[in-house]
């Protein structure tokens, strides 16, 4: 897919196709108007018969359009007039790829940008942010999971690919280098997702935590990152007793995967990225059911979700300092798997009673946790498919967010907000704690069924005290179950926002 930024008239544009926005009520957007003037009122006409009522997302695809130079005219309805949101621009955008996938219009010019989004702040009404939504919205539509479909299943899709030339289309009074810049990041951004969503939809025995150290490895060539990758040794050195008794379960060698990139001023202190990456989780002794526990290979789209914001910062060349700690391994029943009752000791010194050997994302991440503290962290984010109950609380449109810093989750609501990829701040309040107690242990690794993604995340702070620090639970919003299963590649939009936003205060 080839992205463009461009300005001219819609009438005078000779592409495939031209997608112009239409209002409720038959009301034209600038660029429909332009092509009804050039062509006798025949856009009016049409929406005067009835065949589109401008309803949001809604599509008309006219051919030969006399007046205007494109093969194909695309109508997209964007709702009410006046009234056309950050999320419905979005679904305009997606509506409209949508609509010309089984066509043969490749090369197309959208004029969508033009449009005013309302509810919005200043800074979504420029053009460079209805840009780089476009790009990722469309990259985000386009994405399609075939590396594990046989050859007849790839030939026929191929056949079929829709757009594959993308002129965004922006006024001529608008900033043209900064709507430049926005397709630059967007792309950035959209390659970041693409790879986590990748990462994600892998199956486990190919997506092991080998694998995931492969990937970040692989990164040292193209992004100039550097990489590091400790074995169960070494860990054992550390004192990772937590991480590890998670690990003893599997015939997959655990990873510590650790990430630089070092792009900001020498002394500036690093933000740290912590990623939950089981490959695959079982629930270990504590056996989950049956139904569903294909999904438990997206358990790794923390880690994911480390490496794809990686892709999108080194693409940019963000000016900041970050690194990226992964705790990988699975979590299997065996022999020699950890049991209920087991005291682990961790890195921190803490000991833990394994209450219930399903909750190992906490005991991988609380490891990951003290180990970031040699980085001298300005802030670490953990990212974590950690509890089922943060599903329940805010259900698949919200990432949980947790925070010993008011100023930090601040700023991460506002980059969720600013890249559509939202987050709700949750408490932590001591209150919670004392669910935590253990007879045997100074912690015991489950809190009980009350606000059980609180305690989770009470559970992660007691390794967190010496730094600023956020988690993000995402086991809502990392993947899509049913028909449209598959990875969401979120929340590297998110993260991503939130590094740039620090890479311009630096
Ligand atoms: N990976 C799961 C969390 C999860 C469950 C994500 C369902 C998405 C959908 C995690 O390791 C887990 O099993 N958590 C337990 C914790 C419980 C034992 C305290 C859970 O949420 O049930
Ligand atoms: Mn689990
Ligand atoms: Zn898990």
Known sequence: MEFSIKSGKSEKQRNDCVIVGVYESGKLSHSAKSIDDSSEGFLAKVLKRGDMDGKLGST??????????????????????????????????IASVNALSKTGANDVASFLAEVDVLNADDKKQVAAWKVAQMVEAVNDALYRFDVMKGKKDKADKAATQGITKLEIHVAETDDNQSAKDALKQGLAVSAGVSFAKDLGNLPPNVCTP?????????????????????????????????????????????KLIVLQHLQGKKDQKPVVLVGKGITFDTGGISLKPGAEMDEMKYDMCGAASVLGTFKAIAEMDLPLNVIGVIPACENMPDADAIRPGDVLTSMSGQTIEVLNT?????????????????FEPSAVIDIATLTGACVIALGHHASGLFSNQDRLAKELLAAGEDALD????MPLWEEYQPQLDSNFADIANIGGRAGGSITAACFLSRFTKKYHWAHLDIAGTAWKSGKEKGSTGRPVPLLTQFLKHRAAKA
């Open 358 to 374: 399903d909750a190992e994302g906490r005991l991988i991440l609380c490891d990951a946790l003290t180990y970031a503290e040699k």
């Open 210 to 254: 080998t694998y995931l150290a492969e990937q970040a490895l692989a990164m040292v060539k193209t992004h100039g990152l550097t990489v590091q990758v400790l074995e169960r040794e070494e860990m054992k050195k550390l004192g990772m007793g937590s991480f590890l008794g998670v690990a003893q379960g599997s015939a997959q060698p655990p």
């Open 422 to 425: 939202r987050a709700w701040h």
């Open 60 to 93: 008309l695809l006219l051919q030969a359009v006399v007046g205007a130079n494109a093969e194909r005219v695309l109508l997209v309805g964007l709702g009410k007039q006046g009234e056309l949101s950050e999320k419905s621009y979005r679904k305009a955008v």
